[in-house]
Every structure is written in C-alpha cells, then in structure tokens.
C-alpha cells in the first residue's frame, strides 16, 4: 500500500481563508496462490474549504459543493444557494468554487 496526502490552509486576506487536502492511494494484492486473485486498486479524492468572515460575525463556508453560514455559532438558513437571513439583516453571496470570484452584499434590517 502506497499513499501520499498533501494538505494547505492559508488566508488571502482578514475575511478570506481555505483549506485544500489531496490524497492519493494504491493497494495491491499480490498472492503466489493460484487460487487467489491479485487485485489492485488506486484512488484519489480532493476536499477544499473556503471560509468568508464577515465584520458582524456572519460566516459563510463552501464545503465539497455544500454551503453553510453562521452566526455566532448557529446555523443560518440558506436559500437559493445564495441568500442568508439572519437577525441582521440579508446576506446575499455569490461565490464562484472554479475561479474564487466572490461577490455580496448585506441589506441591514431595520
């Protein structure tokens, strides 16, 4: 069995950090009895994590596809991918996982 697992976290700026994890593994089988069948098999996954921290304390990730944001370490609902609600105001974010774009905006509620 040979594995190799690299993994990076970093920040791009105060409000922006990631966490990227490449992993890569072979197994083999080999068997000297003719009974028996020697297999092999090689894998590979990726895992990335993106993180937006927002000055009022909202966070938005984007997990493996998945979206989720907090606030003060409770789940706010999401809807539609993109729109937050929170005691606040709305969040609206779009983030783009193929490029990084990011962009949003907050509307305070009054």
Known sequence: MYNLGISYTSKFND??????NINASRNEFITINP?????SQNSL???AQNTFKLSNG???????????AT??????D??????IDSKLGILKISFNPNNGETWWVFEIKE
């Open 15 to 20: 409000w922006w950090s990631y966490y990227i």
């Open 35 to 39: 009974d028996f069948i020697g297999i």
């Open 45 to 47: 996954s990726f895992y």
């Open 58 to 68: 909202i966070e938005f990730s984007y997990v493996d596809g998945k979206y989720n």
């Open 71 to 76: 606030l003060n370490n409770k789940y706010l």
């Open 78 to 83: 999401i809807k539609g991918k993109y729109v």
